[in-house]
């Protein structure tokens, strides 16, 4: 079983609106800061939002600012990246992560296996 799930990818045309959704497998990932990355074909993967751990702090790449939102839900353990107002540049793979505040280091130590996101023009 993976520790966490995407969900909700899929094909939508520029200008439309998808939600993905990654859920945890224990309500232990309720007390890690979690994030939210794409890579599209030929770029390496970037950064796309973040959120604390109590979901007060959130903080978005400037390529998506204004038009995504990321949101959790301690109840489901699940993280939410609502992204309105899409374009074909959003077109990627979108990965979830989890920083778990146990291991030492900034990195994200845990990550999902992608949900395909396809923007058209």
């Known amino acids: 079983q993976a520790q966490l799930r995407e969900s909700g990818g899929g094909l939508v045309q520029a200008g439309g609106s998808l939600r993905l959704s990654c859920a945890a497998s224990r309500r232990t990932f309720n007390s890690y800061a979690m994030g939210w990355f794409r890579q599209a074909p030929g770029k390496e993967r970037e950064f796309v939002a973040a959120i604390s751990r109590g979901g007060s702090t959130t903080s978005y790449a400037d390529s998506v600012k204004g038009r995504f939102t990321i949101s959790r839900d301690s109840a489901k353990i699940t993280v939410y990246l609502q992204m309105n107002s899409l374009k074909p540049e959003d077109t990627a793979v979108y990965y979830c992560?989890?920083?778990?505040?146990?291991?030492?280091?900034?990195?994200?130590?845990?990550w999902g296996q992608g949900t395909q996101v396809t923007v058209s023009s």
């Open positions: 992560a989890a920083d778990d505040p146990r291991v030492i280091g900034s990195a994200y130590d845990y």
